[in-house]
Every structure is written in C-alpha cells, then in structure tokens.
C-alpha cells in the first residue's frame, strides 16, 4: 500500500486545454504560468534537497527490514513493531513518489524530472521487495497463531480485517523468494505504460488543422475537445483524421506497447495462479468476475436506447450519414460563454452544497489551498486526475479550458480528492486507501449532483436543453463507451490467454467492429476510428475502466438518494467517503445504499438515460 493510485477521468477522448479558444496558439511553456494557477508540492517537500533527504531516509530504512526476517510472528510486541515500521517507511516512500512522478506529469520533456520519477519508481519497487517476505510469513503463520496475536495486543485489534484481506490471497502467494523476484520485476511490467505515456505525451506530434475562421492551428489531445464539437463539420472531420490519422503513422510500436501491457498482465496472472487476467484484476478487491460480465451483459443487452440516441443525432444534424465524427457534436445551440475558472469553481461548490457544510468547508479549502495544477501547458500530461499519499492532501492535475465539460471534470476530480481526504482522515494508514473499485463512485455522483443543480436552477430553455444534453452525452460517455472499453479488455486478454496474436490488424478489427455494434446500424463507422484504442491510457491499467460504470450507475442511485432523502443519506454518503479500505468494497458500497452483484444499478441507469432522452426529444419538438 504506497501511495495512492492515481483517481482518473474517464477516456472518452476529449479533453481540455488552457483557457480561451482553440485558437491560443503554440502552448505556454510551463514557466508562463502563473504560479497560483499551479500545484504546490512543496507541500510534500519544500525543495529537491528535502526530497532527496527523504529519499536517502527510505533507502537506509530499508537496510534495516532484513531484520524483521523469520520473526515477526514471533511474538505480539514483535508484530507490532514490524507493522509500526513498515508503515512509516511506506508513508514516507508514498510522499517521495507522487511528489516525483506529478513533478514529471508538469513538463515531461524535462530529463531531470524524469529522472527524479524513474529513481522513485525504482525506490518503490525496492520496497516491495524488502517487504515481499511479509506477507508469505504471515500465510505460514496461519489465521490461529495471527487471532492469537492480535488478541494480546491491544494495538493489534486494528489490523483484524487487513489480516483477513492477506489470508484469503493464500493460494495466489508465492514463497518468499518468488514474491521478491515478483517485486523486482516491477519496474519492468510498467515499462509499456511508462513508454507510451513518454511517447504520446512528449514525443507525438500532431498536425495543424483549418478551424472554423481558416486559421491554422495546432491539433492536440487536449484541444481535440472542442474541435470534435465544433459546429463546422469539416473542423470536426480535420481533427477526427488527425489525431487518429497520427495514431496510425505509428500503429506498429503502439500496438507492441499494448501487447505488451497485456502480456505483463497474462505473466502475472500465471504466476499467482489465477484463472484468468480478469479474475487476477478483481480478486484483490474480492469482485467476483461475474460483475464484470454482469456489466456488459446488461449494457449490451440494453444498447436500444443509445440506438435511439443516435438515430435522434442524425435527425437533428441533418446528416445523411452519421459518423463518427460526428458524435460528440452538441444537438442544440449551446450558450456561448467561455466560463472562468473561478465561476466553475463558484458553480462546483454551489452544486454540491447537499453534501453539507463540512464537505463544503473541505472542498473550499481544496480550491483555496493550491491543491489544483489548472490549466495546459507545454509537456503538461493530458487529461485529468487526482492523486496524492497518506500524510499529503490530495492533489488534482486538470487541463481547464473554459467549456461545460471542464467544470463538470473540476466536480469529478475534487470527488475523489474528497473521497481521499475524508477516507485518510478517519482511517489509520492501512486502510486510509479505498479499493479501485470504489475510486469512480464519489467523482461521478459529484458530477450527478452538479447536473442536477444546473438543470433545477435553469430558466432558460435553451440551456435546459444544453444541459441534458451534456447528460445524454454524460451516459453514452461514460455507461456504454466504458463498457466498450471493458468489452474491448475482456476480449483482447482472453484471446492472449488463447495464444493468439494481438497484431495491430486485430486490434484494429475488434475495436472497429465493438464500434459498430455499440453505435447500431445507422453509424457510419469511419476506417480511421480503428486506431481509436491506441488513444486510450487505461488500457494499460487493465479491466480499470469497467469501474467507471459502476461508479456511474452507483451515483445514478447515490444522488437521488442524497437529494431525496436528506440527512440520513448524506449520513450514509459520508460515512461511506470515510470507510476507506476498512472493509470489503461491496460491503462498503451496499451499507450506502446500493448492490452491484445485481443488474438493477445498471438497469436504473439505462431507464434514467431513456427518461432524459424522451424529454430531450419533446423539448426539442416543442422547439420547433
């Protein structure tokens, strides 16, 4: 348990970028922004000698962890002092990490930054393997010696549901030796993520296009976002080709780094013993592989509304064919406002004042504090997350540009930010971190109460129907394009574990035909949208993204809970922001009110999508 896992947007390839039009020009370099538009990570460490200090601090501790080898079932006290510390060394690692790595995510074209995340990589992968002997003691110490222990100490009694969490992995545990040469390679399995975000963060380079004055600019991920919605269709055309022209320049090395990724996966999934990748993915957070098959199934079984969806587009673009590039085009005039951060800000925290005043109070803080590395600039990682270790407060890396998307993505990333901070604050560093599983929950019911602040608080028919649909766009995003995703995962892994080849040909097939089953049979799907999955960075954290569909039909329940039933259900919600790891997350997610082992959270889901989607289509009609 280091540092937190980076708490993510979903991918569904749009993005933001600094404030303004598209037509800003060249990016700034990172020393143009203004520094209370910047993250501070001094608060992690004050400048690079206080991180280096660290850092030599972590590596003589480690020295000393051979000392625990053999004994640290020995006796209660014994146990104790290992716990206490192991928890300080990994406290301390955590904070040398993110502070290195968000260093690099700032400008990844500086080699010294990047040396600093390399060095902390590696300072994590020694830890796990001087503490890989651990957890294969404990399984031969077995559940009666460790009961036993933790009945003599006081100072132990916590650490009953973390023991339990190691004993169920009994049988995907190695020996101490293999667990060491599983740590050590650690470094390794990462390179194929590590290469592609070098390579399609620093290195690629896309080509200008014409925007709609005839001016030549600059294509990039982060700007790919308001071209895909732009009313000229031939803006929308030049961009689609470009960034998934590009793609397909280097579609051999890319499709080397997925196969890769998959590969690492398949190795460690034989090593522990696992039936399958999926089930090596799920285990840990004990999520039956049913779920996963349980989302798709009903999302599959369920596309008509998304059919109807976009036979509405097509209607009201007045296209004769729809494609692709034509998907994330707004279907009504959108108010035009460039909305400033602070006014995003202003309207995040107005949405989400049904949480109460001490969510608020934190979330005010957040934006006050430099918590927020705000807008884009040269070598800046794309996209959006939150991060940050137990013992730091969480931070959040964004690339606002102005549009309704970004304030929508400041409500998402403060969600998990939030999740963190209350989680970190109530739960001792063992279970300070919730599971993966829950990450997607906080972040998309903050976006659910954000859409319905917005949509009771309008006046405006026009931007009533902007807004739902934003939320139509909102659930084809995030409910049916993920489980593509999760579609696309499920099948690549298990034709690997088949023996069969991942070439670029193939991958390019099953993508192009996941497209065309999902979208129906009046999209056009375009031969550029092949290479779409190369554009995709949770493919290399595999089986992560069918999460963000569970978190999504979670917060469909969540937010309705939250805006009906009051006191008690922000009770429940925040408690459930405080729990962490302490317990198993379907557990943790059922006590708040909602059971993903049933089909009923995705079903609801689809049925409040077809609600939106048959009040879309009469407000349009009243329209006309």
């Not at 290195?203 to 990039?220: H, K, Q």
């Not at 006014?343 to 109070?361: H, I, M, N």
């Not at 998307?405 to 990333?413: G, L, N, S, Y």
């Not at 993966?436 to 009771?456: C, Y």
Request: proline residues 4%; negative net charge.
């Amino acid at each position: 348990m280091m540092a937190a896992r980076q708490r993510v947007r979903p991918e569904d390839g749009d993005a933001g970028g600094m404030p303004g039009s598209p037509r800003a020009g060249d990016l700034p370099e990172r020393s143009m922004v203004p520094e209370d538009h910047r993250w501070r990570l001094e608060d992690i460490f004050a400048s690079e000698a206080e991180w280096e200090s660290a850092f030599a601090e972590v590596s003589d501790a480690l020295k000393e962890a051979d000392a625990y080898r053999g004994t640290v079932f020995a006796s209660a006290g014994r146990l104790a002092g290992f716990l206490a510390f192991r928890e300080r060394v990994e406290i301390l690692a955590g904070k040398v990490y993110v502070h290195a790595v968000m260093g690099s995510h700032e400008d990844s074209s500086l080699s010294s930054r990047q040396a600093m995340a390399d060095r902390a990589t590696a300072l994590i992968v020694r830890c796990g393997t001087a503490f890989a002997f651990f957890v294969p003691e404990a399984m031969d110490a077995g559940e009666a010696r460790i009961e036993a222990l933790l009945g003599e100490s006081p100072d132990l009694k916590a650490y009953r549901f973390f023991f339990e969490s190691i004993l169920r992995m009994k049988a995907h545990t190695l020996t101490t030796a293999e667990e060491e040469i599983l740590a050590r390679s650690g470094e390794v399995a990462r390179a194929p993520e590590n290469i592609f975000s070098l390579f399609s963060g620093a290195d690629m380079r896309f080509p200008d296009i014409t925007d709609e004055l005839g001016e030549a600019v600059e294509l990039t991920e982060e700007r790919y976002y308001r071209f895909s919605r732009s009313p000229d269709r031939r803006v929308r055309r030049e961009a689609f080709e470009g960034i998934h022209g590009t793609y397909g320049t280097w579609r051999n090395a890319l499709g080397a780094m997925y196969s890769g990724s998959v590969k690492g996966d398949l190795f460690y999934a034989t090593c522990r013993r696992y039936s399958s990748a999926l089930e090596a993915s799920l285990y840990g957070d004990n999520i039956p592989t049913a779920v996963y098959d349980t989302v798709i199934d009903t999302v599959t079984k369920n596309l008509a509304p998304l059919h109807e969806y976009m036979e509405l587009r097509k209607k009201v673009l007045g296209v004769p064919e729809l494609h692709m590039y034509d998907i994330a085009a707004p279907l009504v005039k959108e108010p035009k406002e460039d909305i400033p951060y602070d006014r995003a800000v202003e309207t995040v925290t107005a949405g989400l004042r049904v949480l109460g005043d001490e969510y608020v109070s934190v979330l005010k803080n957040g934006f006050s504090s430099r918590w927020i590395d705000i807008y884009e600039n040269k070598g800046k990682r794309k996209g959006a997350y939150s991060w940050g270790s137990y013992g730091t407060h969480p931070y959040v890396l964004l690339n606002y540009n102005g549009t309704l998307r970004d304030v929508f993505t400041i409500a998402h990333e403060m969600g998990h930010a939030l999740h963190s901070w209350f989680s970190h604050g109530a739960q001792p560093w063992v279970y300070g971190d919730y599971t993966i599983f829950l990450a997607e929950v906080a972040s998309t019911t903050n976006e659910a109460l954000l859409s319905e602040h917005l949509l009771s608080s309008s006046t405006d028919r026009v931007r009533t129907l902007s807004l739902l649909n934003h939320d139509l766009e909102q659930t084809r995003t995030t409910l049916y394009r993920q489980t593509m995703f999760a579609d696309f995962e499920r099948t690549t892994h298990a034709m690997a574990e088949r023996g069969e080849a991942l070439t670029p040909d193939v991958l390019c097939e099953i993508w192009k035909g996941l497209n065309a089953a999902y979208y129906g049979p009046l999209m056009t799907v375009d031969e550029a949208v092949a290479m779409e999955w190369a554009r995709i960075p949770h493919f290399y954290s595999a089986f992560y993204v069918y999460k963000y569909v569970t978190g999504f039909a979670a917060s469909v329940s969540l937010s309705r809970q939250l805006l009906e039933q009051g006191d008690e259900a922000r009770k429940r919600y925040l408690r459930f922001l405080s729990r962490g790891g302490s317990a198993y997350s379907l557990e943790i997610l059922r006590d708040a009110g909602v059971d993903m082992t049933t089909p009923r959270p995705i079903e609801d889901a689809v049925a409040a999508f077809s609600r939106k989607l048959a009040l879309f289509r009469k407000l349009l009609e009243e329209e006309r």
